[in-house]
């Protein structure tokens, strides 16, 4: 599975730098270059890790921060020339994962974007959730030792509910995440696809949040 990082950052040169840097180290990068467009990009697409600019247009890094945590365990790397306590403790407070302040060796930035990576086990060939494994290379599921006949939108499902434990995941965003935000399909798809999904695991770790969508038991 290719890692994919979002950058945020406003200044065309820090931003074009940055990206042709870590595309050249083996990344899949999105940039973007405010807050709103961000969040949209966010909300459309599953990222390994964000890094996050906070004097963004439109939304800053602080609030966009608040609004991914609402969906996401995604590590966040801030990236900012904000280099004072009362800035770094609002973004450790709002769950990033670290924090860097410009300007900044290159190198740098890339070993501390593999050390959260390495950390999220966004690097492993294997991601394990209880008795769950999921193997992203080859798109296989492991529950107890027993391969589950999954489809491949059945398999993407449940590694954006893994990625993403102890957040609710809405239909929409599900819907947007694995279909795409051009899809013409309703919610409907994914309640069917829950429903296959839940028939194929031994165990009934996918729990219903009623009018908003799905999560996964945190102890399996």
């Known amino acids: 599975m290719s890692i994919r990082i979002l950058l945020v950052e406003d200044d065309e040169h820090i931003n074009n730098t940055v990206k042709t840097f870590l595309s050249e180290a083996g990344y899949k990068v ?3 270059l405010d807050g709103i467009g961000a969040q949209i990009k966010i909300f459309d697409n599953t990222y390994q890790l964000v890094i996050l600019d906070i004097l963004l247009p439109g939304m800053n890094g602080h609030e966009l921060l608040r609004e991914l945590r609402k969906i996401s ?16 403790i609002r973004a450790f407070d709002a769950e990033a994962d670290d924090y860097v302040t410009k300007p900044f060796k290159m190198q740098l930035l890339l070993k501390r974007v593999e050390a959260l990576l390495r950390r999220s086990g966004a690097l492993s060939k294997e991601v394990r959730f209880g008795k769950l494994t999921l193997l ?5 599921a492991v529950y107890d030792n027993a391969e589950l006949p999954l489809t491949l939108k ?23 995440r694995i279909w795409g935000y051009d899809f013409d399909g309703d919610g409907s798809t994914v309640h069917t696809h829950i429903k296959n999904l839940r028939a194929k695991l031994p165990e ?6 009623r ?10």
């Open 30 to 32: 999105d940039a973007c």
């Open 73 to 88: 365990n995604t590590p966040v790397l801030m990236m900012t020339a904000l280099s004072d306590d009362d800035n770094q």
């Open 136 to 140: 992203p290379e080859d798109f296989k």
């Open 154 to 176: 059945e398999f993407e499902i449940l590694m954006l509910l893994v990625q993403n434990r102890g957040h609710t995941l809405s239909h929409e965003i599900i819907l947007s």
């Open 204 to 209: 009934n770790i996918i729990k219903t949040v």
């Open 211 to 220: 009018g908003i969508g799905y999560r996964l038991e945190e102890d399996i």
